[in-house]
């Protein structure tokens, strides 16, 4: 099943089930598709919703960061429980070792030997972990790989 029809699908059933949070999570999900689909005038392939996706995960950790810095616990765990929800949606995120040997494997392909060669494996790699991994985390295993 495409991602767009699960979306679709799953909304529905929050609906029938009275399910809050995934029904305003998954209307936030469907939102950003659809305004990115307006945006680029024609309707976002599977990577390109997945890449939305990605970005609502990024908002929810920064919020979870701020709730966190000014003490404001319930809404931590509203954010947490939203992020939880959204993983779903993504592909099986990579594990650290899975990550390092892709690393390893960039790193050879583009004959990488410092730190000042970072772009071109990072440009190398991230086709491969697009939605599998988060960005500081490849970023990190590259500049300890490189370091």
């Not at 995934?22 to 024609?42: F, Q």
């Not at 701020?66 to 765990?77: S, T, Y």
């Not at 390893?104 to 494996?121: F, H, L, N, P, Y």
């Amino acid at each position: 099943m495409q991602l767009r029809e699960r979306l679709q699908s799953e909304l529905k059933e929050a609906m029938k089930s009275r399910d809050a949070l995934r029904l305003s999570t998954i209307r936030s999900v469907i939102s950003s598709v659809k305004n990115r689909d307006i945006e680029l005038r024609r309707e976002l392939s599977e990577a390109e919703i997945t890449e939305a996706i990605v970005t609502l995960c990024k908002q929810r950790r920064e919020s979870i960061r701020l709730f966190k810095e000014a003490g404001r616990q319930e809404l931590v765990d509203k954010e947490e429980a939203e992020l939880a929800l959204l993983m779903g949606y993504l592909p099986q995120q990579l594990t650290r070792q899975e990550l390092e040997s892709l690393v390893d494997q960039a790193i050879a392909e583009t004959s990488a030997t410092s730190g000042k060669d970072m772009g071109r494996v990072m440009k190398a790699l991230l086709p491969s972990v697009s939605g599998r991994a988060d960005g500081k985390l490849v970023s990190e295993v590259v500049k300890g790989k490189l370091a």
